[in-house]
């Protein structure tokens, strides 16, 4: 299989796989590594002593989601019409957009194109294809900050052992887009979107609070207390639509082997750490290669490496940032 196919798999819920033939160079590169195991050593406390630890990634990401977010808020409020809607549906300067998941949900639930649908979809569609797929999660989605500060909690209660973190398998994400799906087609209503914290916060953001709310405090509260990012990570379809866009996309997180100690403080803080699976020692075939589709982009990866070995790039061109 192909590598974008086996990334595609492991999107879906395949555990990731060690490579079949591992490229001179990064035999090289590995072999250069460890030959002299002093000086592998010496070089990575010297890493560690001298990384400025940094939320540059972080603190850019949290100040792009409370924009768009309020930019919502005030265009509601102050009547300013330059983002109005919701984010499942929306008009910024006049362009429609539709959120993707919600479009398909729409037409599984009316059962035929919706052509009024098709033009906010495409455009919304290209956006993301641009920026990365789930670089909606990360970004933009409101529910994914609450769900960071939950994260935080949640790990200091398994810190100090008053909560224990039970883990799922994470193709449970694929059964539940397709039961979703087919609850549309079934019942005619997008069952979906009367219990997505994505689009109740947003609406709440905009129009006011309602007891919906209470759905996304349960939500919070089982992830504090019973498993890590649960439902980012084993239910919510929009997050493996999006995923299956941002395949196609030139923006990635890419990981160079080369500057890698192989320690894992990146798969620690990621919520999808099997896209991470190149960073254990042995797994990367190539010098440099780009992360799977179900990275959300969240650059808390890139923020934690003491060596720069995980970074922002945009296929084809030389490094961005
Ligand atoms: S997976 Fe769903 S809830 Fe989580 S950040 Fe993405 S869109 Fe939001
Ligand atoms: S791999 Fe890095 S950028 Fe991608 S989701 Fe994980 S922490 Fe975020």
Redesign the pocket.
């Known amino acids: 299989m192909s590598r974008f196919a086996d990334l595609f798999m492991g999107m879906l819920g395949a555990a990731p796989k060690k490579p079949e033939v591992v490229s001179e160079r990064v035999q090289t590169i590995m072999f250069r590594k460890y030959e002299d195991k002093d000086r592998y050593i010496k070089e990575k406390m010297h890493a560690r002593d001298h990384h400025l630890v940094s939320h540059k990634w972080r603190n850019r990401r949290w100040a792009v989601l409370l924009a768009v977010n309020l930019l919502f808020v005030f265009s509601f409020w102050l009547d300013i019409q330059i983002l109005e809607g919701a984010l499942t549906a929306s008009r910024f300067v006049g362009f429609h957009l539709i959120d993707l998941n919600s479009a398909l949900q729409v037409m599984l639930a009316h059962k035929h194109i919706i052509v009024n649908l098709f033009i906010g979809t495409f455009t919304v569609f290209l956006i993301w294809v641009l920026l990365g797929g789930?670089t909606?999660?990360?970004w933009v989605?409101p529910?994914?900050l609450l769900?960071e500060w939950a994260e935080a909690l949640h790990l200091k209660l398994v810190e100090k052992k008053l909560v224990t973190d039970h883990e799922f398998h994470r193709g449970t994400r694929t059964v539940f887009w397709l039961l979703f799906a087919l609850l549309a087609i079934v019942t005619g209503y997008t069952v979906f979107e009367t219990l997505?914290?994505?689009g109740i916060l947003s609406r709440a953001l905009i129009y006011g609070p309602g007891l919906a709310l209470g759905w996304v405090g349960l939500l919070l509260v089982f992830e504090i207390v019973y498993s890590r990012r649960a439902?980012?990570r084993y239910v919510?379809p929009?997050?493996l639509t999006?995923g299956a866009v941002g395949s196609l996309s030139p923006l990635r997180v890419s990981f160079h082997v080369e500057h890698c100690f192989h320690e894992g403080d990146c798969r620690k803080v990621c919520l999808v750490p099997h896209v991470l699976d190149v960073t254990v020692k042995g797994r990367a075939s190539e010098e440099s290669m780009s992360l799977g589709p179900d990275c959300?982009r969240c650059g808390l990866c890139v923020d934690v490496c003491p060596t720069g070995a995980l970074r922002y790039e945009v296929k084809g061109l030389s490094q961005l940032l």
Request: aromatic share 22%; proline share 6%.
């Open positions: 789930r909606f999660c990360s989605c529910y994914h769900a997505s914290p994505t439902w980012c919510c929009i997050g999006y959300t």
